[in-house]
C-alpha cells in the first residue's frame, strides 16, 4: 500500500520517483522486521461450536506460515466438533490434571515470586467485592501458570486471547511471567457485562483489539479513556471460499434464525412476529438452528402461540446443515436485542454467513449491528424489541422478490468488502508483528 508520506510532495518533484522511494523503504522496513512465527491463542474451550470465527483466525495465520498453538483453560463438554476445528485438535493443549496443575504452579511461583505475586495482588484487589469472579480468576491463574514448562518449550512471540474475561486474564499473566507481549479481542458480553480487570488489561497489551466500532465508543465512555487510541477493530469475518452466493431464489416462505438459544438474540420477538404473519394469513415455515438457556421458554411461547406447525427448534447443527438451510430459506431472521441483564451482540457471524449466502437479512439496530446492515441497503432493520416492526420487514422480504435480490446483492458486496475472516485474519497478522516487534 503507498505510504501517507508520498500523498505529500514537493511541487517539483516527481510522483513516481516518491512513489518508487516509498516503496524501497517499505521493503527496507520488512527486511528488518522479525517475522511473526510462533503465536500461542488462549480460549476457555476448545472447541467450542458457537466460536467458529476463532477457528477461521488461526486457519488464516497457519496458512501464512505461523505456528500457532491453543491453551483451553477448560476441557470441552462440546458433543459435535466442526469440521474446521478438528484439522486443529492436535494443535491443542488442554488443562493439566489437579496434581501436575499444584506442581507447576508453585513452581513458576518460587521461580517468579515478584511477578506472579503482583498478579494475584491485582486479581485480588480487583475482583474481592464478588467473590465468585475471584475464585474463578485464582483459578484462572493456576491453570494458565501451570502451562509454563510447556509454553517455555514452545517460545511464544505473541500471546493472544479471544474474550476479554478470563482467557485474557490467563494472557495477561502468562505475559507478566514469561516476559511476552500479549494481545485480546473483546467481542460482546465481555465488553457490556464482564469487564472485570479492562482497563488494567487495556492499558498492559500490547496489542488490544475489538469487533467494532460500536464498542470503541463503549469502552471509551464507560471503561477506559485509553480504548480510542489503543483499540483496533478487527471484524470477526466468515471464510467467502466456503460460502457461494447462491444464484436461485428458493420455492417457498422459509424464515431462518441461527444462533445462541438466548434473550440478546431475540427469538422471542421473532416467535412474536411469526404469530402475526400466521393471523394475517401469511404462509411460511421457520426454524431456528441453535441451543442455549431459552429453549424451554421459547417452546412455551410456540405453544402459547400455536405455533408447532409452522416452527422448529432444530438445536445445534454442524456448518454445513447451515449452508443447506441458507440455501433453501427466503429470509434470515436474527432480531437483536438488548437483553434485561445488559448483555448483547457485537455483530453476529450468522448475520455475515447469511448475507454472504445471498439469503436476505432482517435484524435491528441494536450494538455493531448498523455497521454490518445499512437499513435498506444490505438487509432490514427493524425496531428492537418490536413484533409488529419485525412482522412488517419480514412481510415486505417474503412479498418483493426485486427487493430481496437488490439486498442480496448488496449484502454479499458488502461482505466481500469488510467482513471477509481470511482478510481481516491478516490484518490482524500484521497487527501482531508490529506489537511484537515494537516489544523486541
Not at 176 to 182: E, S, V
Not at 309 to 320: D, H, I, K, S
Not at 371 to 387: D, K, P, Q, S, T
Request: net charge positive; proline share 5%; aromatic share 6%.
Amino acid at each position: 500500500m503507498q505510504s501517507q508520506a508520498s500523498h505529500v510532495y514537493a511541487s517539483s518533484e516527481d510522483a513516481t520517483a516518491a512513489i518508487a522511494r516509498d516503496s524501497a523503504y517499505a521493503e527496507l522496513a520488512a527486511t528488518t522486521q522479525q517475522p511473526l512465527q510462533r503465536v500461542v491463542y488462549v480460549v476457555s474451550q476448545f472447541p467450542s461450536w458457537s466460536e467458529t470465527f476463532i477457528v477461521r483466525e488461526i486457519a488464516t495465520l497457519i496458512e501464512v506460515g505461523v505456528d500457532v498453538r491453543i491453551l483451553s483453560l477448560k476441557r470441552s463438554g462440546e458433543t459435535m466438533v466442526q469440521a474446521d476445528a478438528a484439522t486443529l485438535l492436535d494443535r491443542v493443549r488442554q488443562p493439566l490434571g489437579p496434581l501436575p496443575t499444584l506442581w507447576n504452579s508453585l513452581r513458576v511461583l518460587f521461580t517468579h515470586p515478584v511477578r506472579i505475586g503482583g498478579a494475584v495482588a491485582t486479581v485480588v484487589a480487583d475482583t474481592w467485592r464478588t467473590p465468585a469472579i475471584l475464585a474463578k480468576s485464582l483459578a484462572t491463574l493456576v491453570r494458565s501458570l501451570s502451562q509454563i514448562p510447556w509454553l517455555q518449550a514452545f517460545d511464544p512471540q505473541f500471546i493472544h486471547a479471544h474474550w476479554s474475561t478470563y482467557p485474557t486474564t490467563a494472557a495477561w499473566a502468562l505475559a507478566r511471567a514469561m516476559r511476552r507481549p500479549f494481545g485480546f479481542t473483546c467481542h460482546a458480553h465481555d465488553v457490556f457485562r464482564n469487564h472485570h480487570l479492562l482497563p488494567r488489561k487495556i492499558a498492559d497489551a500490547a496489542l488490544a483489539v475489538t469487533i467494532s466500532r460500536h464498542n470503541v465508543g463503549w469502552l471509551d465512555r464507560n471503561i477506559s479513556a485509553l480504548a480510542p487510541r489503543k483499540l483496533k477493530v478487527v471484524h470477526c469475518g466468515v471464510d467467502l471460499r466456503q460460502i457461494s452466493a447462491r444464484t436461485r431464489e428458493p420455492s417457498g416462505n422459509r424464515i431462518l434464525g441461527v444462533g445462541r438459544l438466548s434473550p440478546e438474540k431475540g427469538f422471542h420477538t421473532l416467535i412474536e412476529a411469526l404469530a402475526i404473519l400466521r393471523d394475517a394469513g401469511t404462509p411460511f415455515l421457520c426454524t431456528l438452528v441453535g441451543e442455549g438457556p431459552a429453549r424451554q421458554e421459547l417452546r412455551r411461547l410456540i405453544d402459547r402461540h400455536e405455533l408447532r406447525r409452522y416452527v422448529e427448534l432444530a438445536g445445534a447443527q454442524p456448518q454445513e446443515y447451515v449452508r443447506a438451510a441458507l440455501e433453501q430459506s427466503t429470509v434470515f431472521a436474527l432480531p437483536c436485542q438488548i437483553a434485561a441483564n445488559g448483555s448483547r451482540d457485537g455483530i453476529p457471524v450468522a448475520l455475515m454467513e447469511a448475507m454472504a449466502a445471498g439469503c436476505p437479512v432482517v435484524s435491528c439496530p441494536v450494538s455493531g449491528v448498523p455497521e454490518l446492515i445499512g437499513n435498506e441497503v444490505h438487509g432490514l432493520l427493524a425496531a428492537e424489541r418490536n413484533a409488529v416492526s419485525l412482522a412488517q420487514a419480514l412481510q415486505r422480504l417474503l412479498d418483493d422478490a426485486p427487493l430481496r435480490k437488490r439486498l442480496a446483492i448488496a449484502a454479499r458486496q458488502r461482505i466481500e468488502l469488510e467482513f471477509d475472516a481470511r482478510k481481516e485474519a491478516l490484518k490482524l497478522h500484521d497487527l501482531m508483528t508490529r506489537a511484537v516487534n515494537h516489544a523486541a
